[in-house]
């Protein structure tokens, strides 16, 4: 199918042109702010970015852009603030993960009392806005002791992506045959080697899409970040970034190379899996 | 390998709906049995509560000596072909025919050795790299079958394994698998809801209906005596002709009276017949039993009846006649080189030696 779509030449036609230069637009406009913020981060001053805003970089002295780099990272921490993300992002992603493939199998796959019932209260976690839950949260930490400490960005992370997550995999899992499981387990498996063996590796794709969303979401995160942790050393990189806006003044040539260091590692991630990713998104739109 | 004992099984879904009632069959060791009937019937409902796929509702299910009721389905020593493969799709050939023994733990040089020999008996042994999406039908199926045999169960199941495939390829893989039959010499349940694949298969064929047995015999058996109707019209192809009407008796010998044609019935139906005159009757003929009066040399005229053609459908080998009479219609299987007008008369025999009698009520066969 993909062989089919790859090797059909370009036809031109001025529906096809018209449809072409469109997407070539949409795609101008979700990469400019991107390649904006990359080639701004080069220029020497705050000053050039505020009096040419649009216009590039005057001096492309590649030595004095490493150094510019190089300040931004020891000068604003960076170091830590990107220890932090990649703990909390990591560790929200393996909770995630864990627990919403166990869930979404035990909703698609198994039958027990209530299991639509507590499938609903998870799509809930769906419509449930971030600001409606953060004093009850930030509230239930301090009790546990948990407020500037990782544990609770991880936890209200893994906690926000578990709806989202189940929703994903259950679809994806209802649409697998279920002579898969009955042919596993007449071949010898037990519940947890059919879903070891056979439908995590056939839900590679939705996972993939899944761990995108709960990465981006876990490193992007501001608002929980910025209420519950304190402590310089426990903040993340959005957090972190902070520090470059003072109250006179805001040193965007320094704020715009920590935002494109941030921007990095989640483009290199979607970079490495999306194909998975769009297969995920795909998945179960056409017949096999 | 083994015999599989029903003890009066009954499988009770949600609702109390009845999927299987009393459910009672001995398939000997070695025997190829299959289950058919149409879709709803219990026939894979049966099969499943084998496997273990399945509670048993009540009675109980045997696999040689060893009552199976709660035996989970890795341990009944049994092999399954699913209807759609149910090949692992992230697996190689090998891989999925290894899968079973892999998890039962054997040597590895066992393994190979075993689906090596499988893959030669099936002539898939160049397939063993490739994954499932790489097959064709054919193909899967012959894996599916690969990886039910590496096991050497005491019993294999067919689940409609050949419903997905062609015509064509229905037909091969239907002769390959009773071959396999003959070579393996191991226990076997087939479920199909086609009375082709049931006939030419089965050393004996359970036809079932809402859940119950109807009659359970060889296929010959079977075709040449049902037992009720509707067993004679699910073997045969085009089903066997149901005609309603009442015995008539005159001259000492009995008739069939359809309204609009009466014809004498066979000697040998006469003493079931005793002391029906007058009664309603199903009159059932199988189509090869309906000749053109031009094939048949010699005809009794108290066998031959006019009809009017309705449509002609030439199969090659022979033609199919829709036949009516203005009460009822019928189908008679002629020979290819005739030659019908639609909508004209013609006069077409009735062998009524082969013929069938059926209780209305009942749906019975007397005969």
Redesign the interface.
Known sequence: MSETSASRPFQFSLPALGLYAFLIAVSAAMFFPLIWMTYSSFKATSYEIMLNPWGLPKDWDLSRIAAQYAYTWTKGNIGTYVWNSVAVTFATLIIVLVCSSMAAYAFSRLWFPGRDTIFTIFLIGLIIPTEAFLIPLFLEFRELNLLDTRWCLILAYSGTALPLSIYILRAFMVNLPRDLDESAIIDGCTSWGVFGRIIVPLITPALATVGIFTALGAWNEFLLALIFIESESLKTLPLGLLAFYGYHKVEYHYLLCGLTITTIPMIAIYLIFQRQIVEGLTAGALKE | MARVVYNNVTKLFPGDVVAVKDFSLEVEDKEFVVLVGPSGCGKSTSLRMV???EEVTSGEIYIGDRLVNDVP??DRD???V???Y?L???MTVYKNMA??LK??KYPKDEIERRVREAAEILGITELMNRKP?ALSGGQRQRVAVG?AIVRKPKVFLFDEPLSNLDAKLRVQMRAEISKLHNRLQATMIYVTHDQMEAMTMGDRIVVMKDGEIQQVATPLELYDHPKNRFVAGFIGTPPMNFIEGKIERANGRFYFNEGTFRIALAEHMSPVLAGKNGAPITFGIRPEDIKDLEEVPNPNPEHCVTSRVEVVEPVGAESFWYLTTGLCSYIAKVGAHLRAEVNADRRVVFFVENAHLFDPTTQEALI
């Open positions: 496997a273990g796929l389905p890795k049994i092999a399954m699913f209807q759609n149910a692992y799709p992230h899968f079973g998890l039962r999406k990886r």
